[in-house]
């Protein structure tokens, strides 16, 4: 019978059903970070347990790590005291930990593809919600709480609801300077930041089959901004390029048979979607958020929205315009910014650094004064080879700090984050109100090559035009 | 071996509740990710909206969990897409600390839904009207008894009421007292390591 990769996928995990769409999930892969984590192994103590499949289970620090100073001990005695807590937690329940002592760290979600942990056809969860990155290999990736933490280290499952399917298909091609993170800016702004809520959203179409891996995360990345818990995109000759010889693949005969496996868990033909909505590719251009959720971006040569047609809706923007400190029908070129962020397990993979570095290179800009820039890689691996490339100067040379890998500025965890009244051009993923680090401080989200262009100009601009692209 | 623990039924929540306007109140604005710092949820009660608190005291307004008719109160009742965003328990954790033991809203954010049903603290969904009109009743008289009943799956604010929707499943293991989530797994345990057997990634890839 017909299938999407998610109830294929689904339908292999299921270890019991627990009445009226409840299922207990078996985990292929469960990703541990610091910050969501200590309390779940305390849990485990007070009741005795040991991790059930320890082999399945991999840790490493991202959210609190300092990008500048990572001499232990940290500064900051309360990522110190995260730090020591995961150690000692991994060390005596026997995980593996990717630590930083040995250079093996990064954003949880940008080395679990790099190592080739992430594989198709897996259940991946992690306790954060941008863990939908990893389903742009066709596995069924989702974020969980402390307690289920708790519940996967116990017994690698979680109690979940199945989800409703909808496809999303882009057509036709993107224009330059238009890139993956402008898709999924565009998607939830056309179906809203809480259209996803019971759903999983599967990608496709010749814009998303043409897409790379490093762009097929970053639109995986950032479904739960448009509410849906799962994203993913059908594995084919592109996911497995990437994985083939990565260290956790498969190798030799079994990489053959594991092929064969992934090739049969994509989405039949004919499969039944519980939704089903098509954008034309072409129409696309580069977004950038100017409100406090997701859904409020406009393209980067349009204007605030407002007022709206209802009270409900104008009070939603105005509480939005009044938190920005913009008003309706202001452009958004033009908005000052003070600081740039590039980085996050959105935009902090290889590809997205490379360029912005050639943009920057080839239009011999810098940051312009008065804006501090922050260029923080997402692994330790993405660093080492931009350095090996010696991109590292590129970004010194325009005016950009050149970090060690973390989730940064983000969530503003570590020493990164904005003052108070300050505005962020920022590659990550979410404008939430302070979500930056200061309950008054303002982001900006927009691509890797927009945040370049806001660095450049001081404020949002038109990527294509700064760095002379063009079709 | 201590999977199985016994936890208490949750039944009926009543006392008086906090009306929340506005949609997409995300995790961040519940509790920010300084405050994820920690080793342990215990202090979170004191910091939730802490961010919304500081911005509505320096505009010179009194946000709802400050507002004195809202101290002690024991249910919320929201929008759309409530506790959206990050995947912190410590959302509902910061809730649930600070006093709040149900919340009543049209939707809810996936994994903060599935968060607080681990803590044990109950989210029901409402229609969009009765999300309304409840709120606009508690915002009339803040001192009225509210009570979420999951035994006849209603929200009551004095004398009107409103149906509530939750998963059947889960409403049995709430009345029942059976929903430590770790325990209903851990009789799973077998039929784990049955299906651990058959996944093409953990038996060298023979095929599913």
Not at chain 1, 59 to 74: K, N
Not at chain 1, 98 to 123: D, K, M, W
Not at chain 2, 58 to 83: C, I, T, Y
């Amino acid at each position: 019978m017909a299938a999407t990769l998610y109830s294929k996928v689904f339908d292999q995990h299921v270890v019991r059903e627990l009445g009226e769409d409840q299922y207990q999930l078996f985990i292929g892969l469960h990703l541990i970070h610091e910050a969501t984590s200590a309390q779940a192994f305390a849990m485990l103590r007070e009741r005795g347990l040991k991790v059930a499949y320890p082999d399945r289970n991999v840790a490493t620090v991202d959210h609190i790590i300092p990008t500048d100073d990572t001499s232990r001990p940290f500064a900051d005695a309360q990522s110190e005291a995260m730090l020591s807590a995961l150690e000692q937690n991994t060390g005596s329940f026997g995980l593996r930990f990717l630590s930083p002592e040995r250079r093996e760290n990064g954003v949880v979600h940008v080395i679990g593809a790099e190592r080739g942990l992430t594989q198709p056809g897996l259940t991946i969860v992690c306790g954060d919600s941008h863990t939908a990155t990893h389903g742009a290999f066709g596995a069924l990736a989702f974020g969980i709480g402390t307690s289920q933490v708790r519940d996967v280290l116990a017994t690698q499952s979680v109690i979940v609801n199945r989800l409703k399917v909808r496809r999303i298909e882009i057509t036709g091609e993107l224009a330059p300077g238009v890139s993956a993170k402008d898709v999924i800016l565009y998607v939830i702004h056309r179906l809203g930041p809480k259209a996803g809520v019971g759903y999983a959203y599967e990608f496709g179409g010749p814009v998303v089959d043409a897409m790379s891996m490093d762009e097929r995360m970053t639109v995986c990345n950032m479904v739960v901004e448009g509410g849906a818990l799962v994203g993913y995109c059908n594995p084919d000759d592109t996911t497995f390029a990437y994985l083939h010889g990565r260290p956790s693949a498969p190798q030799g005969e079994e990489w053959d048979r594991a092929v064969a496996w992934w090739r049969s868990l994509a989405s039949d033909p004919d499969a039944e979607y519980d939704d089903r909505v098509v954008f034309d590719g072409g129409e696309i251009s580069p977004m950038v958020t100017w409100g406090v959720n997701l859904g409020q971006s406009v393209p980067v040569d349009g204007r605030v929205p407002g007022p709206a047609a209802d009270a409900a809706g104008e009070a939603a923007l105005a509480d939005a315009r009044t938190f920005m400190g913009v008003e309706a029908g202001q452009p958004v070129a033009g908005i000052g910014i003070d600081v740039a962020f590039l980085g996050s397990c959105t935009n902090g993979r290889l590809s997205d650094f490379v360029e912005v570095a050639e943009a920057l290179r080839r239009s011999g800009t810098r940051v312009a004064e008065g804006v501090r820039a922050l260029a923080v890689p997402g692994s330790q691996e993405v660093r080492a080879q931009l350095v090996e490339r010696g991109l590292d100067k590129v970004f010194e040379a325009a005016g950009f700090e050149f970090r060690q890998p973390g989730c940064s500025m983000c969530i503003a965890m570590n020493q990164d984050r904005l003052n108070d009244g300050e505005t962020a051009a920022s590659s990550s993923n979410r404008n939430f109100k302070g979500r930056q680090g200061s309950p008054t401080g303002r982001t900006l989200i927009m691509s890797p090559l927009s945040v370049a262009a806001a660095a450049v100009r001081g404020a949002v601009a038109d990527p294509r035009e700064v760095f002379g692209i063009s079709g | 071996m201590t999977a199985m623990v016994a936890t208490q039924p949750l039944v009926t929540v009543s006392g008086t509740a906090i009306a929340m306007e506005g949609d997409d109140i995300d995790t961040d604005r519940i509790i920010p990710a300084r405050h994820l710092k920690s080793l342990t949820f215990d202090a979170l009660g004191t910091f939730v909206f802490e961010g919304d608190r500081q911005n509505a005291k320096a505009a010179g307004a009194v946000h709802p969990f400050d507002a004195p008719e809202h101290a002690g109160a024991s249910v919320l009742v929201a929008g759309e897409n409530f506790g959206c965003g990050s995947s912190r328990e410590h959302a509902p954790q910061a809730l649930h600390r600070w006093g709040i033991r149900a919340i009543a809203a049209v939707s809810f954010g996936e994994i903060f839904r599935g968060n607080s049903a681990t803590i044990g603290l109950p989210c029901v969904l409402l229609t969009p009207e009765a999300a309304a009109e409840a709120r606009a009743a508690i915002t009339a008289a803040p001192a009225a008894e509210v009570t979420v009943d999951l035994e006849t799956k209603r929200l009551r604010v004095a004398e009107h009421s409103w149906p509530v929707e939750i998963n059947e499943a889960l409403r049995r293991r709430f009345v029942s007292g059976t929903w430590d989530s770790l325990s209903t797994l851990a009789e799973g345990t077998q039929d784990a390591a049955d299906l651990s057997r058959r996944l093409p990634y953990l038996n060298g890839w023979q095929a599913a």
